[in-house]
């Protein structure tokens, strides 16, 4: 049995993995539990998420291990960590072997182990697990172990492989430049290999934000200076690869159609911005270095944590809250503004005659104001006189609800901004019940707008749920067609009420019809509408 989003149901899940264990066996209810695609309960998701997290904490540690400081210091926790990974990667592998005849890959060949221990992603796996063994009994040159650890990184394309044969299939007829679009924006046609890209980006954003961090320490640059430059040349050089072919393929987009307009206006798009400045640091560096001391541009490659916001629907919630209560929240700034000049100027004229370094001018009396009236107080400017600390005492006061009323309006519209979206997206799913239509890519929109609002699958089934239990309730013959097709308890509901209807007008009509100068009203009737009076009437 189906649900609402074309699923099947978690308790007939639940029932027929119990039916698999008891008529045909434990290996059956085991590949779905924990291989299988597409089944809602299992494992299968959570296992390929957590297989891989565990091969970046991989090369997470193989890059550590580099670190001649760290490999000495952390060696046992390092091999511990490495021992525990082999296991899990071990296991993993066992279970595929003696599940591979449940596997619908090799289920229908001769010998289906023999053919899973030649398919390629097999021999990937015992790659990434080799090294390991082969240093357990042979010598091997380490830097030749590390390198062949990075194998594990191939293990990511076993879940893209087959996402990208679906998508090649989805867009067969397509041109590459709107290939490229429905890979790098987010629509129907993309599907999970969009997501993938979107995980890859949002990766590379983070290893750059973090090895630049870490360039900024003298010690780790120092030690491993040489690979952050080559993390930093790696993932800017993905960043400009990006930002290129979306500029290319914009035109996709109706808001940017025209060739080189919409891409001006694309370039204006804060976004774009904001990709173009998490690359042009590295180039300005790598170009103009030996005319100009350009190493302070290295502190806004921190810029690139701003492409995060492209992939968080909070922030860009929150950036459409404030656009829409910005007229509110300027007030607020206004008076905010206001008072910090007034406190500043009365705290210069009380204070500069007994501190005149600390209170030396008013634009340093801003500095003393803002902190007092933000109720931070560091302590290394204060009013020594009476008079500076009453008015001290009063900023404190007024401040808490000075600057408290930005922050209020702010949650006040954050909170409407998420009632409205829940709102919508309930008529959403009324006018795609109503509709009575499959329409997947109505279906695959609906589903982002739950995404964002970070409602599940579940939640949304039962808002579908809902929503077709009060259709069903309403009066059939005020339902389109396509909806008592859709719906045939609603087609037998509207069939009863209509000869319950029809029985009533005979009844009503039958005495009248009966007299001889009604009687030729009958005869208006054709062939199909008599056989129907007269099967009502008894006839």
Same mark, same amino acid.
């Given at each position: !049995?189906?649900?609402?989003?074309?699923? *099947?149901? +978690?308790?007939?899940? &639940?029932?027929?993995?119990?039916?698999?264990?008891?008529?045909?066996?434990?290996? &059956?209810?085991?590949?779905?539990?924990?291989?299988?695609?597409?089944?809602?309960?299992?494992?299968?998701?959570?296992?390929?998420?957590?297989?891989?997290?565990?091969?970046?904490?991989?090369?997470?540690?193989?890059? #550590?291990?580099?670190?001649?400081?760290?490999?000495?210091?952390?060696?046992?926790?390092?091999?511990?960590?490495?021992?525990?990974?082999?296991?899990?990667?071990?296991?993993?592998?066992?279970?595929?072997?003696?599940?591979?005849?449940?596997?619908?890959?090799?289920?229908?060949?001769? $010998?289906?182990?023999?053919?899973?221990?030649?398919?390629?992603?097999?021999? =990937?796996?015992?790659?990434? &697990?080799?090294?390991?063994?082969?240093?357990?009994?042979?010598?091997?040159?380490?830097?030749?172990?590390?390198?062949?650890?990075?194998?594990?990184?191939?293990?990511?394309?076993?879940?893209?492989?087959?996402?990208?044969?679906?998508?090649?299939?989805?867009?067969?007829?397509?041109?590459? %430049?709107?290939?490229?679009?429905?890979?790098?924006?987010? /629509?129907?046609?993309?599907?999970?290999?969009?997501?993938?890209?979107?995980?890859?980006?949002?990766? !590379?954003?983070?290893?750059?934000?973090?090895?630049?961090?870490?360039?900024?320490?003298?010690?780790?640059?120092?030690?491993?200076?040489?690979?952050?430059?080559?993390?930093?040349?790696?993932?800017?050089?993905?960043?400009?690869?990006?930002?290129?072919?979306? @500029?290319?393929?914009?035109?996709?987009?109706?808001?940017?159609?025209?060739?080189?307009?919409? %891409?001006?206006?694309?370039? +204006?798009?804060?976004?774009?911005?904001?990709?173009?400045?998490?690359?042009?640091?590295?180039?300005?560096?790598?170009?103009?270095?030996?005319?100009?001391?350009?190493?302070? #541009?290295?502190?806004?490659?921190?810029?690139?944590?701003?492409?995060?916001?492209?992939?968080?629907?909070?922030?860009?919630?929150?950036?459409?809250?404030?656009? +829409?209560?910005?007229?509110?929240?300027?007030?607020?700034?206004?008076?905010?503004?206001?008072?910090?000049?007034?406190?500043?100027?009365?705290?210069?004229?009380?204070?500069?005659?007994?501190?005149?370094?600390?209170? *030396? $001018?008013?634009?340093?009396?801003?500095?003393?104001?803002?902190?007092?009236?933000?109720?931070?107080?560091?302590?290394?400017?204060?009013?020594?006189?009476?008079?500076?600390?009453?008015?001290? =005492?009063? !900023?404190?006061?007024?401040?808490?609800?000075?600057?408290?009323?930005?922050?209020?309006? @702010?949650?006040?519209?954050?909170?409407?901004?998420?009632?409205? *979206?829940?709102?919508?997206? *309930? @008529?959403?799913?009324?006018?795609?019940?109503?509709?009575?239509?499959?329409?997947?890519?109505?279906?695959?929109?609906?589903?982002?707008?739950?995404?964002?609002?970070?409602?599940?699958?579940? /939640?949304?089934?039962? #808002?579908?749920?809902?929503?077709?239990? %009060?259709?069903?309730?309403?009066?059939?013959?005020?339902?389109?067609?396509?909806?008592?097709?859709?719906?045939?308890?609603?087609?037998?509901?509207?069939?009863?009420?209509?000869?319950?209807? @029809?029985?009533?007008?005979?009844?009503?009509?039958?005495?009248?019809?009966?007299?001889?100068?009604?009687?030729?009203?009958?005869?208006?009737?054709?062939?199909?509408?008599?056989?129907?009076?007269?099967?009502?009437? +008894?006839?």
């Amino acid at each position: !049995m189906k649900d609402s989003l074309g699923k *099947e149901s +978690k308790y007939d899940e &639940i029932d027929t993995r119990l039916v698999f264990a008891k008529k045909s066996g434990v290996k &059956i209810w085991l590949y779905n539990w924990i291989f299988a695609q597409n089944i809602p309960g299992n494992i299968s998701g959570k296992l390929e998420g957590f297989i891989a997290i565990l091969i970046i904490c991989n090369v997470i540690a193989l890059f #550590l291990e580099g670190i001649t400081v760290l490999e000495k210091a952390g060696k046992n926790y390092f091999d511990f960590f490495e021992a525990t990974s082999i296991c899990i990667f071990v296991v993993e592998l066992l279970l595929r072997f003696y599940l591979a005849p449940e596997d619908p890959e090799f289920k229908q060949k001769t $010998n289906p182990r023999l053919r899973f221990l030649s398919s390629p992603f097999t021999i =990937i796996d015992i790659l990434a &697990i080799l090294p390991y063994f082969l240093s357990a009994i042979l010598t091997i040159d380490l830097r030749i172990l590390r390198l062949m650890r990075l194998i594990r990184v191939l293990k990511f394309l076993r879940p893209v492989l087959p996402e990208i044969k679906k998508f090649q299939e989805r867009t067969k007829e397509n041109t590459l %430049r709107e290939k490229i679009y429905f890979l790098t924006y987010p /629509t129907s046609e993309g599907g999970r290999l969009h997501q993938y890209y979107d995980y890859l980006i949002i990766i !590379m954003i983070l290893v750059s934000v973090v090895s630049t961090i870490l360039d900024s320490i003298e010690v780790v640059n120092y030690h491993v200076g040489r690979e952050l430059l080559i993390i930093d040349l790696i993932t800017v050089n993905v960043f400009a690869v990006e930002f290129f072919l979306k @500029l290319y393929c914009c035109t996709e987009n109706p808001i940017y159609r025209q060739p080189i307009i919409g %891409r001006v206006r694309y370039l +204006k798009h804060p976004m774009t911005v904001v990709d173009f400045l998490a690359i042009l640091p590295f180039y300005l560096e790598a170009f103009f270095a030996h005319i100009l001391d350009l190493r302070f #541009l290295r502190v806004f490659r921190l810029l690139r944590l701003l492409k995060l916001t492209k992939y968080s629907q909070s922030t860009q919630a929150l950036v459409s809250v404030i656009a +829409k209560e910005w007229p509110v929240m300027a007030g607020g700034f206004f008076v905010m503004l206001l008072l910090v000049i007034l406190a500043a100027s009365l705290g210069y004229l009380l204070e500069h005659g007994t501190q005149p370094d600390k209170f *030396e $001018n008013i634009p340093q009396a801003i500095y003393w104001a803002v902190i007092t009236l933000a109720s931070v107080g560091y302590g290394d400017i204060a009013p020594v006189t009476p008079a500076g600390r009453v008015l001290a =005492i009063i !900023m404190s006061l007024l401040g808490v609800g000075i600057f408290a009323i930005p922050a209020a309006v @702010l949650a006040s519209a954050f909170s409407e901004q998420l009632r409205q *979206e829940r709102v919508e997206l *309930e @008529l959403r799913v009324n006018d795609y019940v109503k509709s009575g239509k499959d329409d997947s890519i109505i279906l695959e929109e609906i589903r982002q707008l739950a995404s964002r609002l970070k409602l599940d699958d579940d /939640t949304l089934e039962k #808002l579908i749920d809902q929503a077709t239990a %009060r259709l069903k309730s309403q009066d059939p013959s005020r339902l389109n067609l396509s909806l008592i097709e859709k719906y045939p308890e609603i087609a037998f509901l509207s069939f009863r009420d209509n000869v319950s209807s @029809l029985k009533k007008i005979s009844i009503l009509m039958e005495t009248s019809l009966s007299q001889p100068e009604n009687l030729k009203l009958k005869e208006n009737l054709n062939e199909i509408e008599k056989k129907i009076w007269d099967v009502i009437t +008894k006839k």
